[in-house]
């Protein structure tokens, strides 16, 4: 069956690059921020580009934090990208610091970069640290394309993957039905559209939206 | 080393100029974006488009097609083209360009670069034409008696981190890039270096890969891709 995907809107982020990828894998994706759209959906995308503290405003403005919540509870995969990645976890340290949706224990804070320039932009090879079916098919040591100055620091048992800038950082996430990349798997090429097809096969396969 | 598929965009289509000259101009996709598409279809890594309206006008004049672009392809793209002033800049990267690339304005205007390094940092590659080693200006239309090596150690002192340096007399060529001229830049700069024309088939690749100082970071390539001499997978695997 063909996934229907939501990818939350909530006025940042790369939307239309991650709806032509998911198109592109033969998924039907909807950028939409309405609940039952949501709720209607076999998987759930978190997309982000900018700053923390000012997207999490914009998501509870819209209640989409109880949202992601609530379909998480309904077994919905959930994949966060980049900033939604990092809005995955509990706690960032950027801006003065603020709360994030809390699916993923841990927080989120600046790349370590060891001198090199931040923010860390370009392709990097990603390390998987585990087997993932969101991974599948796709070697480890693959190049992914990332634009970010944070890292999340999620809890061992959810570390999915790993990249290096200056000191090793995790870049992958996995807990139960909530999966998240630092990396942006929509200007990823090949194995970017890989990991979304890989993502779309899980959500095809979930059990139904209740 | 990167390979950057080159998508020219005039009136509209994806075009090849000779050697930088309006008047030599083959058209290859009539909507860019298949060429885009084309090309990341088959694992570019990384797109590099020019307004050549944008470079003659002076102000971009294709955002609707780079946004098209930049949307529509699983890679980042940097956008180049009449890049004169910070309002421009920042249009060509709300369309969605990972990268702007600057040329003319670069040289000509100090305070502008300054203020794109210090806002885009990264993001902002600096384009550098030669002709007979001298720097280009306004579209090529214009040479000045800078030379190039030169002008790319000064703008690096200055804070750029990336150039693109293209050797008109090879552009569109296809006859293989000039090698010892980029060799020349390169030693003068600790910034990372894209470079640009010439390339034809896939020695020229390999021999960028082999003999151009480690700061080459990458290639160039238009018309040798739409005219089919290699794949984009081909030439990847002859830079790596």
Redesign the interface.
């Given at each position: 069956m063909t996934a229907r995907i939501a990818i939350l809107d909530y006025g940042m982020g790369?939307l239309?690059?991650v709806?032509?990828?998911l198109e592109?894998v033969g998924a039907a994706a909807t950028i939409t921020s309405e609940a039952s759209a949501v709720r209607a959906a076999d998987g759930v995308i978190l997309p982000g580009v900018g700053a923390f503290p000012r997207a999490m405003e914009r998501i509870r403005e819209l209640s989409l934090d109880e949202l992601i919540a609530e379909r998480r509870d309904a077994g919905v995969p959930i994949l966060g990208i980049c900033l939604g990645l990092q809005l995955l976890f509990e706690t960032t340290t950027e801006l003065g610091g603020a709360d994030g949706v809390g699916l993923l224990p841990g927080g989120v804070d600046e790349l370590p970069a060891d001198g090199l320039?931040v923010?860390h932009?370009g392709?990097s090879p990603v390390r998987w640290e585990r087997e993932s079916k969101l991974t599948e098919g796709i070697a480890s040591e693959t190049?992914f394309?990332f634009?970010h100055s944070f890292a999340p620091d999620p809890i061992p048992g959810d570390l999915l993957g790993t990249a290096a800038y200056g000191s090793r950082f995790a870049c992958a996430a996995e807990r139960d039905n909530v999966f998240g990349v630092q990396f942006h798997?929509?200007?990823?090429?090949?194995a970017?559209?890989r990991l979304l097809a890989n993502f779309a096969g899980v959500c095809a396969k979930a059990p139904a939206p209740a | 080393m990167i390979l950057y598929p080159a998508i020219d965009v005039r009136g509209g289509s994806a075009v090849r100029l000779t050697q930088g000259d309006y008047g030599r101009e083959t058209t290859y996709d009539a909507d860019p974006v298949d060429a885009a598409l084309r090309w990341a279809g088959e694992g570019a890594q990384y797109l590099h488009v020019v307004d050549l309206d944008g470079a003659k006008a002076g102000a971009p004049q294709n955002l609707a097609t780079i946004e098209r672009i930049a949307a529509a392809v699983p890679c980042p793209i940097q956008v180049g083209g009449g890049l004169r002033e910070s309002g421009s800049v920042a249009r060509v990267l709300e369309a969605g360009a990972a990268r702007v690339v600057i040329g003319t304005a670069a040289l000509r205007d100090p305070g502008f670069l300054e203020a794109a390094l210090a806002a885009y940092g990264d993001r902002v590659v600096v384009s550098v034409d030669a002709r007979d080693g001298k720097v280009s200006l306004a579209g090529w239309t214009e040479t000045s008696d800078v030379d190039v090596a030169d002008a790319v150690a000064e703008l690096s002192q200055r804070g750029a981190t990336r150039f693109l340096c293209t050797t008109i007399e090879v552009d569109g060529t296809m006859e293989g890039p000039a090698l010892g001229e980029l060799a020349r830049i390169a030693a003068g700069t600790e910034a990372q270096v894209i470079a640009s024309g010439g390339v034809g088939d896939l020695a020229h690749l390999e021999s960028l890969a082999r003999e151009a100082p480690a700061n080459v970071e990458g290639a160039i390539v238009g018309r040798a891709l739409y005219e089919r001499r290699f794949s984009v997978a081909e030439a990847i695997a002859a830079l790596a």
């Open positions: 790369n239309r690059s709806e032509k990828a592109h320039k923010p932009i392709w190049p394309y634009v798997p929509e200007k990823s090429s090949a970017g559209l | -």
